[in-house]
């Protein structure tokens, strides 16, 4: 086994390195993760609040549980099988309702989490997918309106689970 330490930055170890031109066994998923539409929870989150917030969901894990060939739900035993980089910016688009929705790109891998992609075919390559957020609150006459929020994660969720956010689901990019 061959054992490569460098103490150079990183840009130059990856030039002096054989690994210069290794690419990672990632497959990327574009996540639409939550939006200003209806959801289960009857939290309503307006325009100005979203825009604030969404950019939370950068840096956390994309989670599932997976058994029986599929993502389950939010379970207490998720694993990590991806990650949303911070070098990026939340995409925003409109739904045909006209709401506004979040998208944000997740890197996977290949290599830790197979099973995770495994889930995923030429056929099918959607999954809904549920924000864990933190949210400041205030009541309304229908639910609580969002004063702001957190995102901690995004669970993949099984084939035949309703997201809360209509319309949040995980598209694999091959």
């Known amino acids: 086994m061959v054992l490569l330490l460098s103490v150079a930055p990183y840009s130059e170890a990856a030039e002096t390195t054989p690994f ?3 690419v990672l ?3 990327v998923g574009a996540v639409d993760f939550l939006g200003t539409n209806a959801n289960t929870h009857k939290i309503d989150i307006s325009e ?3 825009k604030q917030c969404a950019s939370t969901v950068l840096g956390k894990f994309l989670v599932a549980k997976v ?5 389950s739900g939010h379970a207490a035993d998720e694993v990590i099988v991806g990650y949303f980089p911070r070098e990026q910016e939340v995409r925003y688009i409109r739904n045909r309702q006209g709401f506004l929705r979040g998208v944000a790109d997740a890197v996977i891998s290949k290599q830790y989490a197979s099973d995770f992609c495994n ?4 056929a099918n390559n959607t999954r809904s997918v549920s924000v864990e957020m933190g949210v400041e609150e205030e009541p309304n006459d229908n639910g609580t309106t969002a004063k702001r929020f957190n995102i901690m994660g995004v669970t993949v969720l099984g084939m035949f689970v309703r997201p809360s956010s209509p319309g949040s689901t995980i598209n694999i990019k091959r």
């Open 48 to 50: 100005e609040v979203f």
């Open 67 to 71: 058994a029986y060939g599929d993502a």
């Open 119 to 122: 889930i995923f075919t030429q």
């Open 20 to 22: 210069k031109n290794h």
């Open 25 to 27: 066994p990632c497959i």
